[in-house]
């Protein structure tokens, strides 16, 4: 007889196995199929957002996350671009995530993806309604009205085969994704022809050679030859293990090219260095027409994948874990609905669209423009102002030529949003304290002393931070009734009222913002059952919706 579940995960890299720890904490039993019995130990992924800190948070083990990392406390997360190589006299290092700060509850983190992996698989273990697959393959799926069916294998002797069923299935399983080609869902993106290479190598020299910039974590080289495509050294260490992403020929291989040679144009001076693992892989942006079809979703690398720029890709398949999971959780415990299981691709698929095309493919092809038009050698003054207006932006080149405070990824027009009709879903915002439909609810300290974040419920959280009336009372009685679950702070005529510029806020479960607005609505049930995605249109714009 098939095992049941209420959720079966395919791939369990990190983006699986956090979506396991979502559900698990819910309430919702699931089991997670991976085909890797412990952690690839290779540095990619190091860079984790203030965002995806907070997950952690709600995930209870970001203090172990933190524990885990390999760079000494405190040690400066930020990066450096160079023209040509590491000792050129042009380079810069601009203010990063720091600006954007004060916005989120948690603050940023650096360290290699396996042991960001690792946490996760710990957390997720102590979960009774986990169940960990490991050192299995998914060889087929098949979905109907009344559930998924998953056809797994073990990968050793005796290769005993099990189908396990659920009510949903994920695919987090990786840019060959089994579950979204069997779904037949299309991938797209720029395609830039070009093969690159992943090193991963140990040099104490490379260390000390970098002694001219201030304590940083990665060093980028914009190199006329490349073309615009990015060469960068990463730290895994202080002192000795980096990595390293470059272009190379069509023809190169692990065993007749001179990668030595490579790393050493890349930093201009020369260096002994143990190479340690030597990948390939392709400079091209893929993104998922869709990210549902009937009783199955993709996530992460499976529904979305990118070169190794900025930081997005680990991030963002976090985000769309979380994303994905409450809304699963709310379906399977009767308050979600069909409406709020298709807004997770709703929300999502654009977020990346708008990441790819305008700061990973418009960041490569600016960069080309800028070394095919500027050269210190050709002219040197030209190149100069050239130069200096680039790198004056604080790092617009990254994010979409709005710097770091403007990359704010927003919902403002989904469907199960109580925000401005037509608005849109869009990675371009203004980071705000303001509490704005759509947007993610910055952190506040409320009269008590605690932040607004340590208050947020599991479900949905209603902020009352004016007069408390009979309305309060009326929203909780129509939570009731529709079986949402809603955490009421009340906390009036605090200093987190003027933040917000609201004295009613209603938030999600993933900490962003449904509505806020002078007044409570007088029909609440209209309000909530527009945001679990049980309303067939959406509600008019008024003067007391944000």
């Not at 499976?302 to 994303?323: Q, V």
Request: with cysteine.
């Amino acid at each position: 007889m098939a095992r049941r579940y209420q959720v079966v995960i395919v791939g369990g890299g990190p983006v699986g196995v956090a979506l396991a720890v979502e559900l698990g904490q819910r309430g919702i039993s699931c089991v997670v199929v991976e085909r890797h019995l412990a952690t690839q130990r290779i540095p990619k992924g190091q860079n984790l957002s203030q965002r995806t800190l907070e997950h952690f948070y709600f995930w209870h083990c970001v203090d172990e996350l933190r524990a885990a990392r390999i760079l000494p406390p405190g040690y400066p997360i930020g990066g450096a671009t160079a023209y040509q190589n590491l000792r050129s006299q042009y380079w810069y290092a601009p203010p990063g995530r720091e600006l954007v700060g004060a916005y989120y509850f948690q603050a940023n983190e650096r360290l290699p993806q396996y042991l960001t992996e690792e946490v996760l698989r710990k957390r997720s273990a102590a979960l009774e309604n986990v169940t960990h697959r490991y050192g299995c393959v998914a060889k087929s799926i098949e979905q109907d009205e009344a559930g998924v069916r998953v056809l797994v294998a073990d990968e050793t002797w005796p290769y005993e085969e099990e189908v396990l069923e659920g009510d949903y299935l994920v695919g987090c399983d990786g840019g060959r994704s089994l579950v979204r080609e069997t779904l037949g869902i299309e991938r797209h993106g720029p395609d830039f022809g070009q093969k690159m290479c992943l090193l991963v190598f140990r040099s104490r020299e490379f260390h000390e050679g970098l002694a001219h910039f201030p304590e940083l974590t990665t060093y980028r080289v914009l190199d006329p030859e490349a073309g615009g495509v990015w060469q960068f050294f990463g730290r895994v260490d202080v002192g000795e293990s980096w990595f390293f992403h470059g272009p190379v020929p069509r023809d190169a291989t692990r065993e007749d090219y001179d990668f030595q040679a490579m790393l050493e144009r890349a930093a201009g001076f020369s260096f002994k260095a143990e190479i340690d693992h030597v990948g390939f892989w392709e400079l091209r942006i893929e993104v998922a027409e869709r990210y549902r079809e009937g009783r199955a979703f993709i996530a992460g690398d499976a529904a979305h994948s990118h070169p190794p720029y900025g930081a997005f890709g680990l991030n963002t398949g976090l985000e769309d874990a979380t994303n994905l999971g409450w809304k699963l959780a709310a379906t399977l415990q009767g308050w979600g609905s069909e409406g709020l299981l298709d807004s997770y691709s709703e929300e999502r698929q654009p977020i990346f669209v708008e990441t790819a095309e305008l700061i990973i493919a418009d960041g490569i092809v600016r960069d080309r423009e800028f070394l095919e038009a500027f050269s210190p050698e050709r002219d040197a003054a030209a190149f100069e102002a050239a130069w200096a207006e680039m790198t004056g932006g604080g790092g617009a080149q990254g994010y979409a030529g709005a710097g770091v405070q403007g990359y704010e990824p927003h919902y403002a027009g989904s469907s199960v949003v109580a925000g401005d009709v037509g608005a849109p879903i869009s990675i371009r915002g203004s980071h705000s304290h303001a509490a704005l439909a759509g947007h993610h609810l910055s952190p506040q300290l409320l009269r008590s002393g605690r932040n607004v974040f340590e208050e947020l419920g599991e479900g949905f959280t209603l902020l009352v931070l004016g007069p408390d009336d009979e309305k309060v009372a009326a929203f909780a009685a129509a939570a009731g009734a529709t079986a949402v679950p809603l955490t009421i702070v009340r906390s009036p005529g605090d200093e987190a009222r003027a933040a917000y510029e609201a004295p009613f806020i209603l938030v999600r479960p993933d900490q962003y913002v449904v509505w806020s607005g002078e007044h409570l609505p007088d029909d609440p049930e209209e309000l909530l059952a527009l945001v679990t995605g049980r309303a067939a249109q959406p509600l008019p714009t008024s003067s007391s919706s944000r």
